[in-house]
């Protein structure tokens, strides 16, 4: 009789690349984390095809499904039990960013430099857009577009000299926030096309 063996029932969530945005690492000499323990806990989680690009904390990584706000607790969760400080994290999955890709057209202004252009990304939706006008922060030559999920920023003085930082931004939205250039944002859309190659 031939040899009676399970067979592994295939997963019926789809497969989702998604990039975890991390905040405060590595960043002016605070909170060092090396990349290779940070790629170890997310695989110890059940990450596929963890990939880590800069050393500022933004991981890519493959699962079945995505729950964020699970995905969000059990990583956050595992930080701080392996590196023993709190290390906030944004979610997002790969269409979430290719969305965010798309420059809302209002935004877009002629001879805008990429590499002056900055985007705060939300843990979560944010239900009231904030006005932009009472941006007190905001400085003349910056320009400013909400969405529910990030907050794009064009500095043309670069990110270093805006009072529009994640800490502000956070008060003023009841939200965590975290920034990320433009061409960080895009090779990482990038690297997360390459994941399903």
Not at 38 to 56: A, M, N, P, W
Not at 84 to 91: K, M, Q, R, Y
Not at 112 to 140: G, I
Not at 179 to 193: G, Q, V
Request: hydrophobic share 35%.
């Amino acid at each position: 009789m031939p040899e009676n063996r399970s067979v592994p029932t295939p997963s019926t969530h789809p497969q989702t690349q998604v990039i975890a945005l991390l905040r405060s690492i590595n960043v002016g000499g605070r909170n060092p984390v090396r990349m290779e323990a940070l790629r170890e806990s997310f695989s110890e989680l059940g990450c596929r095809k963890v990939t880590s690009y800069i050393q500022s904390g933004n991981i890519l990584f493959q699962t079945d499904g995505f729950d964020r706000i699970e995905w969000m607790n059990r990583i956050e969760s595992a930080l701080l039990q392996r590196f023993g400080f709190p290390i906030p994290v944004v979610l997002l999955d790969k269409s979430e960013l290719k969305d965010l890709l798309d420059l809302p057209p209002s935004f877009q202004k002629a001879g805008m430099d990429p590499k002056h252009l900055y985007v705060t990304l939300f843990s979560e939706p944010v239900a009231t857009k904030f006005p932009v006008e009472q941006l007190t922060a905001k400085k003349e030559q910056e320009e400013v577009f909400q969405t529910e999920r990030a907050l794009y920023l064009y500095c043309p003085d670069g990110y270093g000299k805006t009072r529009l930082t994640n800490d502000y931004l956070e008060k003023k939205l009841k939200v965590r926030a975290t920034t990320r250039n433009w061409n960080t944002l895009t090779t990482l859309a990038e690297m997360a096309d390459q994941m399903t190659e």
